[in-house]
């Protein structure tokens, strides 16, 4: 099966830039989606297919894609953006078998 | 409101059996793609099962093939999952989800069962 790959941990000051990246050989065929998980919540989806959001997602959130690799950038981080994101696609069989990347944990300082 | 509730968690031994259901509300359950979603104590996300609006398609992941098998009511508005032979690695949050393949994402969640494996 496929494999997603995310950087443990990433911090970004208060207002500025900041880029979470997802690793992976099926994201050369496949989209990724994006998930936020605050503590003791469920996850919420932020970004699908090549840059959509669904509603009530804030627009400080997008995506991009190139080659194996999927970003997730939020432009403006606000403390409520302080969560753990996932990166999800299919297996490159591109039957409908998912796979989750390890999870992001985003610090806003 | 677009709802998915599950229940059927608790306390079971190793080599046990357990069945967790999601009763959905608010949209077209009979429409969607239905999955399973798991998140063991401290721990990421990780994809359980798949099944197709008619129930004809059904994908696991492997460590639970054999062990799980995921099963729906459309009459019901119901997802069901059922664990046999649970080790302690199945311990996690188990999550109902919707996953839309035209979207290629879940685009609802519920909050989650808690299920742990031990003696």
């Known amino acids: 099966s496929s494999e997603l790959t995310q950087d443990p941990a990433v911090s970004v000051a208060l207002g500025q830039t900041v880029r979470i990246t997802c690793q992976g050989d099926s994201l050369r065929s496949y989209y990724a989606s994006w998930y936020q998980q605050k503590p003791g919540q469920a996850p919420v989806l932020v970004i699908y297919?090549?840059?959509n959001r669904p509603s009530g997602i804030p627009d400080r959130f997008s995506g991009s894609s190139s080659g194996n690799t999927a970003s997730l950038t939020i432009t403006g981080a606000q403390a409520e953006d302080e969560a753990d994101y996932y990166c999800?696609?299919?297996?490159?069989?591109?039957?409908?078998?998912?796979?989750f990347g390890g999870g992001t944990k985003l610090t806003v300082l | 409101e677009v709802q998915l509730v599950e229940s059927g968690g608790g306390l079971v031994q190793p080599g046990g059996s357990l069945r967790l259901s999601c009763a959905a509300s608010g949209f077209t359950f009979s429409s969607y793609w239905m999955s399973w979603v798991r998140q063991a104590p401290g721990k990421g996300l990780e994809w359980v099962a798949n099944?197709?609006?008619?129930?004809?398609?059904?994908y696991y992941v492997d460590s639970v093939k054999g062990r799980f098998t995921i099963s729906r009511d459309n009459a019901k508005n119901s997802l069901y999952l059922q664990m046999n032979s649970l080790r302690a690695e199945d311990t996690a949050v188990y999550y109902c989800?919707?996953?839309?393949?035209?979207?290629?994402?879940?685009?609802?969640w519920g909050q989650g069962t808690m299920v742990t494996v031990s003696s």
């Open positions: 999800n696609s299919r297996d490159s069989s591109g039957n409908p078998e998912l796979v």
């Open positions: 099944i197709k609006q008619d129930g004809s398609e059904k």
């Open positions: 297919g090549k840059n």
């Open positions: 989800a919707s996953y839309s393949p035209a979207l290629d994402a879940f685009d609802i």
